[in-house]
């Protein structure tokens, strides 16, 4: 079974020095019904990565099914994710697998209205994808973080020293006109919490989103108009997704808007509540209301892949997907 997750087995767990090898074949041939045997570390190996058949059949020679429950790896075509499922006669999900594809699943196919997704992060090209898939499956698209700026400055606003991504200013456009399109509310922050630097001891000030930036200072933050706008929209949603983060949430000054989301996320006891990997999962546990949240994914960048509706290897070489 390849997991990338603790599991409390209330077992002896043996312990191979290597993956492959003689050492490997005869301490699993040695296992007795109930027995657990772990493996060293496959990426010792450059075939892991590389994904190597002879390497994948080494592996699959050591059992007789195999079970990915390492929702976090199934986006990489590696030799212990998907290679292996050619030598190995039935492949399966594990039941936390299981899990992230039905949530996700779900979300993205037969969500209960009103489906608000929150998308936040520094920059709009690690999330374009998302935007797009989504974009005609939700009700209403909330854009937050740094790549919000992006969107600011396709609206013709300038925004001082905030991150902006210059050459994805006409995708921010097409995103806008893509959401209008489609009958999408995309909202975007009405006021942010300006910097004079990026620092956590930066001087502050709340500026309405729709006036020019100040020339040399930056958002690093939501406003609480913003915070009041998208907790209102949140309450009402019956399905809610979130990845990525409101502001620079690792400076606690400006992490108001991320936990106010977090919380508002939480609130809504009614609705199931999706967090998609990453920063947001470290944003919910920071804010403390992790048990309140019907899931929480364990793959970044398995989850976000997901979200842009590409196949996972991991998850298609299994023999019942």
Known sequence: MLLDHDVDLDVNVA???????????????????????????????????????????????????????????????????????????????????????????????????????????????????????????????????????????????????SLVEEDKIEVAKEALAKAKKHGVELLLPVDNILADKFAPDAKTQEWDSSKNFPADWQGLDIGPKSVALFSDVISKAHTILWNGPAGVFEFPRFAVGTNAIAEAVAANIDATSIIGGGDSVSAINQAGVADKITHISTGGGASLEFLEGKKLPGVEALTDK
């Open 15 to 161: 312990f191979s020095p290597d993956c492959v090898g003689e050492i490997a074949t005869e301490m699993a041939s040695q296992l007795e019904s109930g027995q657990v045997l772990l493996l060293e570390n496959l990426r010792f190996h450059a075939e892991e990565e590389a994904n190597d058949a002879a390497f994948s059949k080494k592996l699959a020679s050591l059992a007789e099914i195999y079970v990915n429950d390492a929702f976090g790896s199934a986006h990489r075509a590696h030799a212990s994710t998907e290679g292996i499922t050619h030598f190995i006669k039935q492949s399966a999900a594990g039941l936390l697998m299981e899990k992230e594809l039905t949530y996700l699943g779900k979300a993205l196919e037969s969500p209960a209205k009103p489906f608000v997704a929150i998308i936040g992060g520094s920059k709009i090209s690690g999330k374009i994808d998302v935007i797009d898939n989504l974009i005609n499956k939700v009700d209403t698209l909330i854009i937050v973080g740094g790549m919000a700026y992006t969107f600011d400055r396709a609206l013709g606003v300038t925004t001082g020293k």
